[in-house]
């Protein structure tokens, strides 16, 4: 299947600073990126789709200018956290869809970890 | 009333039993059903998509869908140890990837050998 990469898979920061999680797509373009957040034992919450050259659209609730997404290109979207702060710790995974791609060719990436102390 | 209920377990089998996990939901404008796959700190890779009422197959992986009661099952036969993981299971009403997955909690499944 097709692949998506993550990086870093694993960040410690302290309070206050910002943090930038990559998502790309490595063999395929994506027309489409979502941003999940996943608390432990708990599912994974869209927090915002990303359309590659258009603004993202967040989901209720999420502060827009705390976690702001550019999709740039076709196969890397950047989620970065900004004045981050413990409440924000993490696993933060990302998903890619190729352009009129069917229910079954959203393909997720590896996940970040992410700790604010 | 969360759209997609799933209970979280976690469930214990021993190796080579039948397992069975279970979603409901609420909205009947959900079309597609997936099952995912995420082992421990890894993201979700897909297991088996659905579209309708009906069952599929594959291997020894069973979806089925039963949209008159709301309610979605994956069966596993002869499980092993390495179906440990959580499954979680997710809905759309859109068949374009572009459109947005509901996903429930996820049923935490540990198969002792």
């Known amino acids: 299947g097709a692949v998506v990469s993550q990086h870093p898979s694993r960040v410690i920061c302290k309070s206050g600073t910002s943090v930038k999680i990559e998502c790309r797509s490595l063999d395929f373009q994506a027309t489409t990126m979502f941003w999940y957040r996943q608390f432990p034992k708990k599912s994974l919450m869209l927090m915002a789709t990303s359309n590659e050259g258009s603004k993202a659209t967040y989901e209720q609730g999420v502060e827009k200018d705390k976690f702001l997404i550019n999709h740039a290109s076709l196969t890397l979207s950047t989620l970065t956290v900004t004045s981050a702060h413990p409440e924000d710790s993490s696993f933060y995974i990302c998903?890619?869809?190729?352009?009129?791609?069917?229910?079954?060719?959203?393909?997720f990436g590896p996940g970040t970890r992410l700790l604010v102390l | 009333q969360k759209e997609v209920e799933q209970d979280p377990g976690p469930l214990s089998v021993p190796e080579g039993a039948i397992v069975s996990l279970n979603c409901t939901y609420s909205n009947s404008a959900f079309q597609y059903f997936m099952w995912y796959r995420q082992y421990s700190r890894k993201g979700p890779e897909l297991l088996m998509y659905?579209?309708?009422?009906g069952n599929k197959e594959d291997g020894r992986f069973t979806a089925q869908v039963d949209k008159s009661s709301k309610y979605i099952s994956l069966f596993i036969r002869d499980s092993q140890p390495s179906d440990s993981a959580t499954y979680l299971c997710?809905?759309?009403?859109?068949?374009?990837?572009?459109?947005?997955?509901?996903f429930g909690s996820g049923t935490r499944l540990s198969i002792r050998p």
């Open positions: 659905t579209y309708s009422s």
């Open positions: 997710a809905m759309s009403s859109e068949y374009s990837s572009a459109s947005k997955i509901i």
């Open positions: 998903s890619a869809s190729p352009p009129a791609g069917g229910r079954e060719t959203q393909y």
